[in-house]
């Protein structure tokens, strides 16, 4: 496509602030307390870096245990702090696993050979410097129903409670719970619904202050008052008689909410918790040592314990380290479901006709489970979303590096809505689906066809509107919260570095499918309200020729054929490694996060989770950390 002069001034611009950017952010971003070679022994080695292993290496560090955290991948690339820019690190062969299912039955029909990618981070920070940025704690039934000693709705609003703190712009003092209006709820302050922490004001004189920690999951609250696409999404969710509420409301009702975004609101830099707290760890203790591209093959044993791990540093070579209390896998669901099946902790039917070595017959492997995402575009003929031509504008590269501010320092995800039908008694159920608004309407079809394999055939249908730079309009994402589907991770090779067989068999469940068309429905009834006809909203229905030539919210078989044809995976694939009671024969550790029947080893990752939570799970990851690591400095 010609550029004239204008965009190409623009571009040019935008190149000469993006070099300058790098060059600050390498600045501000420099780090040390990485290590070539590792000790012989270390009291815990955390095998991997990503969410839950920053967490868990930066607790046991202050502990004054001599830790080892074992990366393949290596330091992030500096531009992987900027929110905005996630899905440029998806499909990287630096920086992601790339991973892919097997065909898929039931779904991926709009993409090639009907296999889904992937993407899981490979490096510091792990999938936590290439996901979206938002902050969800479930809802208290998801804890319940787990069913697991020690992990029910109280026990975890606790843990949630302490992890999260509110920030915006330089770090200041902030009321312990922020205090808002919300929709359901007595009068709690004087301050307006959604308005900025700093804005507001404390109900009571007494209220306690507190300074950020820096070990904590930092907040940016998206403000309806400054985005107006974000005040239709909530105006039409009052309209449809929905309330609003705040994320962090501790519920099992719908609502409507402005997304909170982990974003460090002084630079307006992603929030990870390698930042959170990996990095300040490593600056201030010796006794925590990283190491990066060393890709950990095999547990190492002594009888039913484990005493090391087996890896391939940098160069290809095998190499050992011990480890004298415990190994804490925290690799993700997919390495670490491999790792745990190639030491020999898995079922005898994986295990056996690969001649490995049985430690532990436990379920490794099944369970496995993913959210599916449905994105549908929808146009606007106001100039409210986000488009490249305003992105590439110099005057956003300069609000950035300047301010913390404009388009870089958002992840494009503005709101956020629980669903939840009426019973028959007339009580709301439990969130069955969630609403997810993305401001974008210029979508790259290179981008997006190669990090999410879609045919380009089936995005031009899609998005017929992709070609414009300066398109206006959003992405509409409906999720069905807890998907009845489940799949496998099985390794196929004794060979530690060919990738496992991934199987999610998405939608083999028919209530996945309902449950998809039930959320669609009601996302798009919100575009019939006055806000959004306001903006001139019109959705538009993919015309694949498969699901033939009458779309539309009518038609239910268009309808299912559309969700077996464009669901998309949400990244966040778990429960392969389930935690249980000791009576469960499906749970593969305790609720200790103890390997069953296995001394010296822990898992702590999305893996270990039961059930999917009713949202994106990063925050209940670093959550799970937190309390793992407890019940380790406990025990020793």
């Known amino acids: 496509m010609k550029l004239s002069w204008k965009q190409g001034l623009s571009v040019w611009a935008a190149t000469t602030s993006c070099l300058l950017l790098a060059v600050w952010l390498r600045y501000y971003l420099t780090d040390n307390g990485f290590i070539k070679e590792p000790n012989q022994t270390y009291d815990y080695i955390v095998v991997g870096a990503g969410t839950s292993g920053c967490v868990l290496a930066a607790k046991l560090a202050a502990s004054d245990s001599k830790i080892l955290v074992i990366e393949a991948g290596g330091e992030p690339p500096w531009y992987s702090w900027i929110p905005i820019v996630a899905p440029i690190l998806q499909g990287s062969e630096q920086y992601d696993w790339r991973f892919r299912t097997v065909p898929q039955k039931f779904a991926a029909g709009a993409l090639h050979g009907n296999q889904a990618f992937w993407p899981q981070g490979k490096m510091v920070g792990g999938s936590g410097q290439m996901n979206f940025l938002i902050h969800a704690t479930g809802s208290p039934s998801d804890y319940d129903s787990w069913k697991v000693p020690g992990w029910d709705s109280h026990t975890m609003k606790k843990a949630l409670d302490r992890l999260t703190c509110w920030t915006k712009g330089i770090v200041k003092p902030f009321v312990a719970r922020p205090s808002f209006l919300l929709d359901g709820e007595s009068e709690m302050c004087s301050a307006p619904v959604l308005a900025d922490i700093e804005n507001s004001t404390s109900c009571s004189e007494n209220a306690q202050h507190f300074q950020c920690p820096s070990a904590a999951v930092k907040l940016q609250r998206v403000n309806a008052t400054e985005k107006p696409l974000l005040k239709a999404f909530l105006d039409a969710g009052r309209a449809c008689g929905h309330s609003v509420s705040e994320m962090d409301r501790w519920s099992d009702t719908g609502s409507f909410m402005a997304s909170h975004n982990t974003i460090e609101g002084k630079a307006g830099q992603r ?366």
């Not at 995402?373 to 488009?387: D, G, H, M, T």
């Not at 995800?413 to 210029?442: C, H, Q, V």
């Not at 309200?529 to 009518?554: M, N, Y």
């Open 271 to 636: 929030w990870s918790t390698y930042q959170s707290h990996l990095m300040p760890a490593m600056k201030h203790y010796s006794n925590l040592h990283v190491l990066t591209k060393s890709s950990v093959t095999k547990l190492v044993w002594r009888r039913n314990k484990v005493i090391g791990i087996q890896y391939l540093d940098a160069d290809g070579r095998i190499k050992h380290v011990k480890a004298g209390k415990e190994v804490l896998l925290s690799a993700g669901t997919i390495k670490t479901t491999q790792i745990l099946q190639q030491s020999g902790i898995g079922p005898p039917h994986v295990l056996e006709p690969l001649d490995i070595p049985m430690k532990a017959e436990l379920p490794v492997g099944e369970n496995l489970q993913d959210h599916l995402q449905i994105p549908l575009f929808v146009e606007l003929n106001a100039s409210v979303s986000l488009n490249i031509v305003k992105m590439l504008h110099p005057r956003q590269f300069w609000n950035y590096m300047v301010h913390g501010k404009g388009a870089l320092a958002t992840s494009g995800i503005e709101g956020i809505a629980t669903l939840t039908k009426k019973r028959e008694d007339g009580k709301p159920s439990k969130p069955y689906g969630m609403l997810i608004l993305f401001n974008m309407g210029s979508i790259n079809a290179d981008v997006y066809t190669s990090v999410a394999n879609i045919k380009k055939e089936a995005f031009h249908r899609w998005f017929p509107k992709s070609s414009s730079l300066s398109q206006e309009g959003f992405v509409l994402i409906s999720i069905c919260l807890h998907p009845r589907s489940r799949g496998h991770i099985r390794i196929t090779s004794p060979d530690p570095m060919q990738p496992p067989e991934i199987d999610p068999a998405y939608l083999s469940n028919d209530y996945d499918v309902q449950c998809s068309i039930d959320t669609i429905k009601e996302g798009v009834e919100l575009l019939n309200t006055d806000s959004f006809r306001a903006l001139g909203a019109r959705v538009h229905w993919p015309t694949f020729p498969e699901c033939g030539s009458k779309q539309g919210i009518d038609n239910q078989r268009y309808l299912e054929c559309l969700v077996r044809m464009a669901a998309l995976t949400m990244y966040h694939p778990a429960g392969t490694a389930t935690m249980g009671h000791k009576d469960n024969p499906d749970a593969v550790v305790d609720p200790e996060l103890r390997v069953r029947g296995v001394n010296g080893l822990r898992v702590v990752d999305a893996s270990v989770l039961p059930r999917l939570p009713s949202g994106p799970p990063n925050s209940v990851l670093v959550a799970m950390a937190e309390r793992a690591a407890d019940f380790i400095i406990n025990k020793h």
